[in-house]
């Protein structure tokens, strides 16, 4: 058996725009969760870890299935606040996708029950 | 820490070489460790301990088979409880619905199922065990956990026409990611390999095939798919390289910096009942040997490649040229790849797949006397349980 851990750095800028259902709630997938060692915050998935830093931890860190991806904009938007609003959506939409295609993330619905 | 030296990432913990399996791919050495030497609860505790100290985020829960050791629930509630992520690399025997929960109550994080053809028949082949119906069960009870699984798909050239069924298995599965993962050829695969290694044309249709699939599957299924590195221009940077980024410790405590190391003559590995994780990392010399870059030969001294393929494999370089230190014969820059093209040379000639290509036994033998899949089964070295 020759898996490896594989960490990497994802670079938030340059991809192309997405659109997803802002109301939606992302939530971690099965199996996929924060971790951390020697000072490095990570997410660690099936047989591979990503180092977070700076925009990566707090967009991971809010996709507990309880904020919406409106209310991660927002709230990025106003850490970010030196950075231009839409650069910032379109970069969090983006992350946000990667990490859906690479089955660590699950949007929910967030009608109410 | 030395500078220049980073922590490894994972902890490949070959917890037993006892397996109800017998699989014709198997990547253990051809010698397998006694139970009896088998390291304690308490002992991989340890080592899980040191391993999160010195910076290891993974457990990959290996063997033989993981579900073999009756402490398993032990061993991964100590894996957790240093901070460990717990992969668990398993064909699902043997294994209850009962057991499964207790695995995943313990913390366990993902599990690798493994699926040896898409039909019965060819299970039974080639694990010589009865083992598919168990595996399909398995699949079921995923669903009624919280649990990361990943479907992985040994190919070869006896089951690489399966790929559609073997989709449709992982399609109606909870599984969000499959490997397809061709066999590369070490321990029984080596002995085996030339009833295993697809011909070109088989590789270039799967190839297409998994393409269309991953494209497909996208937001459902993350597919990923490893070719026998023989086919491949260039070596595949072995392990992240030697002693970079991954430890393995087998059955009994030795500290290998990959499976099959064992083969290579003049390596001393040291065994972690003897000395702490760190320090095996950081000093021992079987992990210090291929490290750096001093110990490469032309061509690869001076390639452009080095820093992203290592000179590829050092146990593939002993298989095929006798000399570990030696340019991966795969590379297409090696002065010993004629090596690697006479054996696909061979594999592409003389395809012994399916009955219309092989040779039959008994030119007059009718077919209903005989069972026609025995006729054309290859005589396969099936790899045994320790004692």
């Known amino acids: ?113 | 820490m030395p500078t220049n030296l980073s922590n490894p990432l994972a902890l490949i913990a070959e917890l037993t070489h006892r397996c109800p399996l017998h699989c014709v791919y198997c990547s253990n050495p051809l010698e397998l460790t006694q139970r009896s030497t088998e390291l304690s609860t308490e002992t991989w505790s340890r080592v899980f301990r040191e391993a999160a100290e010195l910076g290891v985020l993974q457990a990959d829960f290996t063997g033989g088979e993981p579900l073999a050791r009756s402490d398993l629930v032990d061993l991964i509630r100590a894996a957790r409880g240093s901070g460990l992520y717990v992969n668990l690399i398993t064909s699902g025997l043997p294994m209850d619905e009962t057991r499964l929960a207790s695995l995943v109550d313990v913390g366990l994080d993902h599990i690798q199922l493994s699926f040896q053809g898409s039909r019965a028949d060819t299970a039974a082949e080639i694990s010589n065990t009865k083992s598919h119906p168990q595996k399909l069960r398995v699949l079921e009870w995923f669903k009624q956990h919280r649990l990361a699984v990943t479907l992985n798909f040994v190919i070869h050239s006896r089951n690489i026409d399966q790929i559609p069924e073997m989709l449709a298995i992982a399609e109606s599965s909870c599984a969000t990611r499959v490997e397809f993962a061709n066999v590369q050829y070490y321990g029984w695969a080596f002995a085996n390999r030339e009833n295993l290694l697809p011909t070109r044309e088989q590789l270039a249709s799967s190839i297409e095939l998994i393409k269309q699939a991953q494209e497909r599957l996208k937001g459902k299924i993350r597919i990923e798919y490893v070719v026998p590195d023989y086919y491949a221009k260039f070596p595949k940077p072995c392990m992240g390289g030697w002693s970079r980024k991954l430890m393995l410790i087998t059955p009994n405590g030795s500290a290998l910096p990959c499976h099959a190391a064992q083969i290579i003559p003049g390596l001393q590995f040291e065994n972690v009942k003897d000395r702490d994780l760190r320090k095996i990392w950081e000093n021992s010399a079987a992990f210090q040997k291929f490290r750096g870059e001093d110990w490469m030969q032309e061509p690869c001294r001076s390639c452009d490649r080095r820093e992203l393929d290592f000179g590829g494999c050092r146990c593939q370089a002993l298989l095929l040229t006798g000399d570990a230190a030696a340019t991966d014969p795969v590379c297409s820059l090696s002065p010993q790849r004629g090596k690697v093209d006479a054996i696909l040379q061979a594999a592409n000639a003389f395809p012994l797949v399916g009955a219309q290509h092989a040779a039959p036994l008994l030119a007059t033998v009718s077919a209903t006397e005989v069972d026609s899949q025995k006729l054309y089964q290859p005589n396969w070295l099936y790899r045994p349980n320790p004692a």
């Open chain 1, 1 to 113: 058996m020759q898996q490896s851990t594989r960490t990497q750095n994802i670079p938030l800028r340059g991809r192309p725009s997405v659109s997803l259902d802002p109301n939606s709630t992302p939530r971690l997938a099965a199996g996929c969760r924060l971790g951390e060692n020697n000072n490095q915050r990570v997410l660690l998935m099936p047989e591979r870890a990503l180092r977070l830093n700076g925009p990566s931890l707090e967009i991971v860190q809010r996709c507990d299935g309880q904020h919406t991806i409106q209310q991660i904009v927002a709230d990025l938007q106003k850490l970010y606040s030196k950075a231009e609003p839409e650069k910032v959506a379109q970069d969090i939409l983006g992350y946000l996708k990667l990490l859906h295609d690479q089955r660590a993330l699950d949007f929910e619905s967030s009608a109410p029950l």
